[in-house]
C-alpha cells in the first residue's frame, strides 16, 4: 500500500519569505500523481500543484514550486514571498494511475505566516 | 461555473441513528469521491462513484455506504452511527476518472455524533 509521510507537523515563515515544505511517499508504482493542496479554515482543500511521475520536470505555479526527487521518494514543496493569505494546512497526495480517485494523504503541515 | 456543493454544513446526530450527507459535482463532472477527515486519522478515503457505479471502497465498515444517480449528485449515509464517526466528510469531483484529472473538492459536511 501506497504511504505518504510529512514530517513536520507546523511550521512558520516570515512574510515575504521563501519556506519548504516536505513530503517523502513510498510505493511501488511507476506510474503516478502527486499533489499538494492547501486547507485554510474555510476547510476547502485548494489544489496548490501537482507533478507527473513521468515528467522530470519541476512543476511551478507562480510562488510555488516542488523538488520531485523520484528515486528519493520525495516530493518538497517551495512557497516563495509568502504571503497571508498562505496560511493554512497543507497537505502531500499521492494518486496511482490505474484510472481511479483515490488520494492518499499525508498528516499534514500547519503554516502560519508571521507579518 | 458552480463549485462542489455540499450540503448540509453542519449536522449533530445522536449515537444509533442514521445520516445522509449529499454531494453536488460540479457541472459535467462525472466522477465523485468521498473522504473523511479526522484530527487523529487524517484524511482517509471512504468511495468514488463514476457513472452511477461504485469503482473504489476504503478501508471502513459496512455502515458506511453511497450511490450516486444521474445527474451525477451523490450521497453518502452512515447508519448506526457512533462517537468515532465525528468527523469532516469531504466530497470531490473530477472530469474523469485518469490520474490526469484533478479533484476538486467542496466545502465539506462536519457531522458531530453526541
Known amino acids: 500500500a501506497q504511504t505518504v509521510t510529512q514530517s513536520q507537523p507546523e511550521m512558520s515563515v516570515q512574510e515575504a519569505e521563501t519556506v519548504t515544505l516536505s513530503c517523502t511517499y513510498d510505493?511501488?508504482?511507476?506510474?503516478?500523481?502527486l499533489f499538494w493542496y492547501k486547507q485554510p479554515p474555510s476547510r476547502q482543500m485548494i489544489l496548490v500543484i501537482r507533478?507527473?511521475?513521468?515528467?522530470?520536470q519541476n512543476a511551478t505555479e507562480n510562488r510555488f514550486s516542488v523538488n520531485f526527487q523520484k528515486a528519493a521518494k520525495s516530493f518538497s514543496l517551495k512557497i516563495s514571498d509568502s504571503q497571508l493569505g498562505d496560511a493554512a494546512m497543507y497537505f502531500c497526495?499521492?494518486?496511482?494511475?490505474?484510472?481511479?480517485?483515490?488520494?492518499?494523504f499525508g498528516q499534514g503541515t500547519r503554516l502560519t505566516i508571521n507579518p | 461555473k458552480a463549485g462542489v456543493t455540499q450540503t448540509p454544513r453542519y449536522l449533530i446526530k445522536t449515537r444509533g441513528q442514521q445520516v445522509t450527507l449529499s454531494c453536488s459535482p460540479i457541472?459535467?463532472?462525472?466522477?465523485v469521491s468521498w473522504y473523511q477527515q479526522t484530527p487523529g486519522q487524517g484524511l482517509q478515503f471512504l468511495f468514488e462513484?463514476?457513472?452511477?457505479?461504485?469503482?473504489n471502497k476504503g478501508n471502513f465498515p459496512g455502515r458506511f455506504s453511497g450511490r450516486q444517480f444521474s445527474n451525477s449528485r451523490s450521497e453518502m449515509n452512515v447508519s448506526t452511527l457512533e462517537l468515532g464517526d465525528s468527523a469532516l466528510y469531504l466530497c470531490?469531483?473530477?472530469?474523469?476518472?485518469?490520474?490526469?484529472?484533478?479533484?476538486?473538492f467542496g466545502n465539506g459536511t462536519r457531522l458531530t455524533v453526541t
Open positions: 470531490a469531483s473530477s472530469l474523469g476518472q485518469g490520474g490526469n484529472s484533478p479533484l476538486h
Open positions: 510505493t511501488s508504482e511507476s506510474d503516478y500523481y
Open positions: 507533478q507527473e511521475a513521468y515528467k522530470q
Open positions: 497526495a499521492y494518486r496511482g494511475d490505474q484510472g481511479a480517485q483515490k488520494l492518499v
Open positions: 457541472s459535467g463532472h462525472r466522477s
Open positions: 462513484y463514476f457513472s452511477e457505479t461504485q469503482r
